[in-house]
């Protein structure tokens, strides 16, 4: 069974940092694109980050060069860093699996699997 348990939200003021994690097992973790995604209040599933699983990564333009996304096949992890936050960063963000090891271009978010969420809050 495919399981993916995010941590590492919470409260954190304006132009501040936090790093997400998201522990992966029940599939071969290392041969699998993976993803951050988001959901804010009121609002839609919105892509945030994706990496494949030679480590090539691509981020949407509303995070570019703010935040990194990472992969450590070693541990089954996944991670985002997460600098320089916005309040309209405050969001649930979810691990998400791709079904590839690579992402066919454009299709950023057609993934199988996800998580249950962590919840990122960003105020002063």
């Known amino acids: 069974e495919v399981q993916l348990v995010e941590s590492g939200g919470g409260l954190v003021q304006p132009g501040g940092s936090l790093r997400l994690s998201c522990a992966a097992s029940?599939?071969?973790?290392?041969?699998?694109?993976m993803s951050w995604v988001r959901q804010a209040p009121g609002k839609g599933l919105e892509w945030v980050s994706a990496?494949?699983?030679?480590?090539?990564?691509t981020n949407a333009d509303s995070v570019k060069d703010r935040f990194t996304i990472s992969r450590d096949n070693a541990k089954n992890t996944l991670y985002l860093q997460m600098n320089s936050l916005k309040p309209e960063d405050t969001a649930v963000y979810y691990c998400?699996?791709?079904?590839?090891?690579?992402?066919?271009?454009?299709?950023?978010?057609?993934?199988?699997?996800w998580g249950q969420g962590t919840q990122v809050t960003v105020s002063s």
């Open positions: 998400a699996k791709y079904p590839w090891g690579v992402v066919p271009f454009r299709r950023w978010s057609e993934y199988d699997y």
């Open positions: 990496i494949n699983s030679g480590g090539g990564s």
């Open positions: 029940g599939f071969t973790f290392s041969t699998y694109a």
